[in-house]
């Protein structure tokens, strides 16, 4: 259970949440509105639907299919085609074919599956979805993480390359998320916590393993400092 929370780490972290317990340990109001404000999901089937949406094309397929076009263009051809675009349309195109030539069609995936962690524990804190429907949501983001990445900083990276898509911008308060969960001397991250080849039992049990002392806001602190 907790190796497939730890999918999610990067969005629970940044946001002080406790990456060790399926819905955060936050209010349930907070899951509400953010649900409602970011996703205008207020119900178990808009949850549902959104949640389809990710795991079948989300922005990964758009990004594959922007890619793969840009990607096919030669250096050359690409670089006279940005020359005619404006500033952030140019950055935005550099980011999609960069992202296509590193990944292939696993552009935009973990920006997607880290998202899908994200909605399935504001799911359940807010009421819209069942633990046990939730435990298997989480799962099949699990195989789908380790089908697709060898490792947890494999996923980070990939995660920061489709977030830089979508924003337009790398953002430095990721960029440090993302290495402080890779940080080997960092006992309490839930990366260091589960180890990527930990065989995923897919178990539905109630109770999830309690974060150590200090550790869920450990990540966030130190960004913040």
């Known amino acids: 259970q907790n190796w497939a929370l730890a999918v999610g780490a990067i969005y629970k972290q940044t946001q002080g949440e406790n990456p060790y317990f399926l819905g955060g340990k936050i209010p349930r109001e907070s899951s509400v509105e953010e649900l409602k404000n970011d996703w205008?999901?207020?119900?178990?089937?808009?949850?549902?639907?959104?949640?389809?949406?990710?795991?079948?094309?989300?922005?990964?397929?758009?990004y594959q299919r922007q890619g793969a076009e840009l990607a096919a263009l030669s250096d050359a051809d690409f670089a006279a085609k940005i020359i005619s675009l404006k500033t952030e349309d140019a950055r935005q195109a550099?980011?999609?074919?960069?992202?296509?030539?590193?990944?292939?069609?696993?552009?935009?995936?973990?920006?997607?599956?880290?998202?899908?962690?994200?909605?399935?524990?504001?799911?359940f804190n807010a009421g819209y979805i069942a633990e046990q429907?939730?435990?298997n949501r989480l799962f099949a983001i699990a195989e789908l993480a380790r089908k697709n990445f060898g490792s947890w900083q494999v996923l980070g990276?990939?995660?920061?390359?489709?977030?830089?898509?979508?924003?337009?911008?790398?953002?430095?308060?990721f960029e440090a998320c993302v290495q402080l969960l890779l940080n080997?001397?960092?006992?309490?991250?839930?990366?260091?916590?589960?180890?990527?080849?930990?065989?995923?039992?897919?178990?539905?049990?109630?109770d999830s393993t309690p974060a150590?002392?200090?550790?869920?806001?450990?990540?966030?602190?130190?960004?913040?400092?």
């Open 212 to 225: 150590s002392p200090g550790g869920p806001g450990s990540v966030r602190a130190a960004i913040m400092q």
């Open 40 to 62: 205008n999901i207020t119900d178990q089937k808009t949850l549902l639907a959104e949640l389809d949406n990710l795991r079948d094309s989300g922005h990964h397929a758009k």
């Open 157 to 173: 990276d990939n995660f920061l390359d489709g977030r830089e898509i979508w924003a337009n911008k790398r953002d430095p308060q």
């Open 94 to 123: 550099t980011s999609l074919r960069n992202s296509y030539l590193k990944w292939k069609d696993r552009s935009g995936l973990a920006w997607d599956m880290c998202h899908s962690v994200a909605l399935v524990n504001n799911g």
């Open 133 to 135: 429907e939730s435990w």
């Open 184 to 206: 080997p001397k960092d006992p309490n991250s839930p990366w260091n916590q589960n180890p990527w080849n930990t065989p995923l039992s897919g178990s539905t049990t109630t």
